[in-house]
Nanobody
Framework: QVYLVESGGGSVQGGGSLRLSCAAS????????MGWFRQAPGKEREGIAA???????HYVDSVKGRFTISRDALKKNLYLQMDSLKPEDTAMYYC???????????????????WGQGTQVFVSS
């Protein structure tokens, strides 16, 4: 079992920055992929960034060059540095962990495992 708790959301003007954090606990040794998803009002949840157990990162095009995913050495904390924020980045952001050995971290549609409760990000124009 893995537990994930997000923090760091808030309101920011367009062009600004926020840093999201995710505190992970439990059976972390089993985690293949960790990542960030978001869900905007009226839209489906989408994966935006992931990092595998080797530290390789993947980003979707909409956030590439603006967001940076990272984690600490003990893999107990996951981060998402969000720069040059846009109003369309407004969403609930979720931390996720996929323990499956054959998981493809960039295959966001098929992630399975653990989810946090989310942290809200609002970007004004």
């Amino acid at each position: 079992q893995v537990y994930l708790v997000e923090s760091g959301g808030g309101s920011v003007q367009g062009g600004g920055s926020l840093r999201l954090s995710c505190a992970a606990s439990g059976s972390l040794y089993e985690i293949k992929c960790m990542g960030w998803f978001r869900q905007a009002p009226g839209k489906e949840r989408e994966g935006i960034a992931a990092i595998d157990y080797l530290g390789s990162a993947h980003y979707v095009d909409s956030v590439k060059g603006r967001f940076t995913i990272s984690r600490d050495a003990l893999k107990k904390n996951l981060y998402l540095q969000m720069d040059s924020l846009k109003p369309e980045d407004t969403a609930m952001y979720y931390c996720a962990a996929d323990p499956r050995p054959d998981a493809q971290c960039s295959d966001y549609a098929n992630w399975a495992g653990y989810w946090g409760q989310g942290t809200q990000v609002f970007v004004s124009s």
